[in-house]
């Protein structure tokens, strides 16, 4: 009898059981599982001359540095595809420029479905859907009604060409919901640049027929439609820009492609991302050169201000040698030297990372450079890092050229000493990333950092002698670091050693700024090398992210480790969720979840389940 009642007893128990494993399992099932890949398709339409293929290389190049998924698409898959079918295997659209101004009317027509009806967003850029596929000009492009801009139209001469024009934000609001960094803008709202001022762009003829329009360009008289949107009831929107995005790349201003490609992904089409900064968070570099021994005086005193803490790492670099102008004229930092920049420089390794400014002497080097035999300047280079490297005793990493002048062919020569980082005069208000121009690349090693310029000025001193205002520059910094905070990007300023009242104040204000929100947790400051080292094991990482409505299954993969990769997911304002995979901190900001792994393992599964 016994016996039997213990078996009752286990039966019941054993039934209990698989009663909580099933609704257990039910409940899991209830969670849509994700099981669509998420990623992005890139339209390549007619890819045939080297041209057409650095278009493609640009597009691609801005896509995975900015940890977006995507993948290149023909024509003839898009249209493979049933309607209604092309919105779930597709987070967003991309359509560069000139490989697909030949365009079908059926590739046309599935785009303009994907996101008049089924709520997708697609991104165009110059003359999409402008010819037959046998290359004669449409008289009216294909795409006019979707983007609502009449775009391609003739020039006064009746000829259809683009026309070289500039490009005005309708207000620095407006242009840093683009992504475009503060500072780019002139007194116009003009995208602008270092040393140049208002920066000339190719357009196409265009005139608004319904689209928003966020830039524009007025020569001539007329308004001229740059950068739309159009939103659509089923939630999708077309976007527009009226330039050619990749030319920007390959003329060294990455920012324009780099904004506009960010901001269509993120605020637009919602598309996740392996954040690109460590921790997920704004990045700061301040990058101090020292040419000279003409720069003492303003150490000293800089020294004194308390300008120089340990909580703000900078990138010290420093052209080393006893001569500035010529060899033999004594107007060097003299590195080695006890009596000259030795006992500085023991100092001012405790404030940052120590990096080789050019090649000895500052100006006979910034100046020469092109005229030298190779093995002269790489001996030059060598002289300077090893003096730096003897008298701290560390690796020097970095290194930023006198006078910007930075040839690719040296970067090989700095990859064998061993530098993973430089300073950058092009590409200018931008991210970290690997410059081209034109047809030549600086290579994937070293990672390139652009100064962040306030107008046509770079660093301070320019900005004081060009009659800036204190509290023109105050506000600039601080502009600066809360958008780094916000984008979640890494920006680089630089400038010399100086005592003049308006540069220590300059860089009071930056310091404070940045201090304040360094211990708010919004960014970081730290050498540029640091972040080299981040971002190459950044771009190591893969990552897999599925998805199911707001439901994300997210697989990272890094030999080297994950520890600070951040991924972003869109989970909407009032979104209540679970996180599983374990080591993992999250933040949400604006419907985006921020998922940053907290320990160092090189494979991670991370689960996002709304309840
Ligand atoms: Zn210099």
């Known amino acids: 009898m016994k016996k039997r009642k213990i078996t009752y007893l286990v039966i019941a128990a ?30 390549a339409g007619d890819v045939r001359s080297d041209k057409d293929k650095l278009v493609q290389a640009v597009y691609e190049q801005i896509l995975k540095e900015e940890g977006f998924p995507y993948r290149v698409v023909s024509p003839a898959e898009l249209t493979g595809y049933a309607p209604g079918e092309l919105r779930g295997r597709y987070q967003a659209i991309v359509v560069p420029e000139n490989i697909n101004a030949a365009m079908t009317r059926e590739t046309a027509d599935i785009i303009s479905f994907y996101v008049r009806d089924e709520g997708g967003c697609a991104l165009f850029s110059l003359n999409p859907a402008t010819s037959n596929p046998d290359g004669a000009q449409r008289p009216d492009p294909l795409l006019v009604d979707l983007l ?71 020569t001539g008289g007329v308004e001229i439609p740059v950068i739309t949107d159009k939103y659509y009831e089923s939630g999708g929107s077309a976007v527009y820009a009226n330039v050619p995005l990749a030319s920007g790349k390959l003329r060294s201003d990455d920012l324009l492609p780099r904004a506009v490609l960010r901001t269509f992904m ?34 000293t005193v800089m020294l004194m201000q308390g300008l120089f803490q340990s909580d703000l790492p900078l990138s ?30 023991e100092v001012l390794q405790n404030y940052g990372e120590i990096g080789s400014h050019g090649g000895w002497a500052h100006n006979l ?36 050229a006198p006078g910007g002048n930075h040839p690719f062919w040296i970067n090989s020569k700095l990859e064998e000493m061993g530098i993973n980082s430089y300073y950058y005069a092009g590409d ?17 090693k070293l990672w390139a950092f652009p100064i962040t310029p306030y107008r046509q000025y770079a660093s301070l001193e320019e900005m004081e002698r060009g009659h800036v205002s204190e509290e023109e520059v105050r506000q600039w910094v601080e502009d600066l670091i809360d958008f780094s905070a916000r984008e979640k990007v890494i920006r680089m300023v630089y400038t010399h050693p100086s005592d003049t009242r308006f540069c220590l104040e300059a860089i009071r204000a930056l310091e404070e700024k940045a201090l304040s929100e360094q211990s708010a947790g919004r960014i970081k400051v730290a050498p540029m090398s640091q972040f080299a080292d981040y971002l190459n094991r950044y771009s190591k990482t893969k990552c897999e992210i599925k998805k199911a409505d707001n439901d994300y299954s997210i697989e990272l993969e890094n030999p080297d480790g994950l520890k600070d990769m951040t991924v972003a997911v869109y989970v909407g304002e009032e979104s209540n969720n679970v996180v599983s995979g374990g080591d993992v901190k999250t933040t949400e900001e604006d419907g985006w979840l921020y998922l940053t792994v907290t320990s160092n393992p090189q494979k991670k599964l991370l689960e996002v389940n709304q309840i």
């Open 428 to 444: 200018s208000g931008s991210s970290p990333s690997h410059p081209r121009i034109y047809e030549s690349f600086s290579g994937q």
């Open 266 to 299: 993120i605020d637009y089409a919602r598309t996740p991302r392996l954040v690109n900064s460590p921790d997920g968070g704004g990045g700061l570099v301040i990058n101090l050169h020292i040419c000279s021994g003409a720069y003492f005086k303003a150490l």
């Open 316 to 345: 010290i670099h420093i052209t080393a040698g006893p001569d500035t102008y010529k060899l033999g004229d004594d107007m060097g930092f003299g590195a080695e030297n006890t009596y000259r920049g030795g006992p500085i420089l």
């Open 14 to 43: 054993a039934s209990f059981l698989s009663i909580i494993l099933a609704t257990n399992l039910l409940l899991r099932f209830s969670w849509a599982e994700p099981n669509s890949i998420v990623q992005v398709a890139l339209l």
């Open 365 to 400: 080097f910034a100046y020469n450079l092109q005229y030298l035999p190779r093995d002269k300047v790489f001996q030059l280079l060598d002289w300077n890092y090893q003096a730096l490297e003897a008298v701290t005793g560390r690796k020097v990493l970095e290194y930023s």
């Open 148 to 218: 609502g801009v009449k775009y391609n139209m003739p020039l006064p001469d009746g000829r259809i060409s683009t026309y070289s024009g500039y490009m005005y934000f309708t207000d620095q609001a407006k242009s840093q919901d683009w992504g475009i960094t503060p500072g780019k803008l002139d007194q116009d709202n003009a995208f602008s640049t270092y040393s140049y001022g208002k920066l000339k762009f190719d357009h196409t003829v265009a005139k608004n027929i319904n689209a928003q329009i966020s830039a524009f360009d007025k």
